[in-house]
T-cell receptor, first 110, second 117 residues
Framework: GQQVMQIPQYQHVQEGEDFTTYCNSS?????IQWYKQRPGGHPVFLIQ?????EVKKQKRLTFQFGEAKKNSSLHITATQTTDVGTYFC??????????FGTGTRLKVLA | DADVTQTPRNRITKTGKRIMLECSQT?????MYWYRQDPGLGLRLIYY???????NKGEISDGYSVSRQAQAKFSLSLESAIPNQTALYFC????????????????FGPGTRLTVL
């Protein structure tokens, strides 16, 4: 069946360092969404990418959708302690539902 | 989001007990979802509903059942709880999509932490 994998599973960085998480799908995706879950919280929508090769930025966060629409990445420049949490990608699976990636847990050391 | 609420927030129960987790939303969304979260496994879809008369199984529906009592309410039941159902459970909602290309974001409730002893 369809799978969405993320790497790395965990990442510890010093505050100010950059961070990247990668999302890979076993099938071509029509779009991809990214969510952030703070420790003890619930997932919160960050962004949706639709076009092949699309790049979107939100302040220090840069999201990219691969040319083949099977992979995506989230890059955070100069991490801050507020970036701590788990980042999930999610791709559509069948009709109007999503399959979530395994998530990357980010820890930022001050 | 306060617009999506879940009760209870925490529950400890014993093997074999019947448990119901409830989800309510004030967002007016048609689509509702139940997920479970386990460390290292991400969020896995249990059941989803696109309106009151539409219920669908997700990836891991065995051992679970659901009820869509109204547009705003979607309940998840564990008929006979077992320890490997210990997890964090999330309810989520989304509005009707504009078209097949564009899926609207999902809004998650605060979660229910369930422990089955």
């Amino acid at each position: 069946g369809q799978q969405v994998m993320q790497i790395p599973q965990y990442q510890h960085v010093q505050e100010g360092e950059d961070f990247t998480t990668y999302c890979n799908s076993s099938t071509t995706l029509s779009n991809i969404q990214w969510y952030k879950q703070r420790p003890g919280g619930h997932p919160v929508f960050l962004i949706q990418l639709v076009k092949s090769g699309e790049v979107k930025k939100q302040k220090r966060l840069t999201f990219q959708f691969g040319e083949a629409k099977k992979n995506s990445s989230l890059h955070i420049t100069a991490t801050q302690t507020t970036d701590v949490g788990t980042y999930f990608c999610a791709g559509p699976s069948g009709t109007y539902k999503y399959i979530f990636g395994t998530g990357t847990r980010l820890k930022v050391l001050a | 989001d306060a617009d999506v609420t879940q009760t209870p927030r925490n529950r400890i129960t014993k093997t074999g007990k019947r448990i119901m987790l409830e989800c309510s939303q004030t967002k007016g969304h048609d689509r509702m979802y139940w997920y479970r979260q386990d460390p290292g496994l991400g969020l896995r879809l249990i059941y989803y509903s696109f309106d009151v008369k539409d219920i669908n199984k997700g990836e891991i529906s065995d051992g679970y059942s659901v009820s869509r009592q109204a547009q705003a309410k979607f309940s998840l039941s564990l008929e006979s709880a077992i320890p490997n159902q210990t997890a964090l459970y999330f309810c989520a909602t989304s509005s009707r999509e504009h078209n097949e290309q564009f899926f609207n974001e999902q809004f998650f409730g605060p979660g229910t932490r369930l422990t089955v002893l």
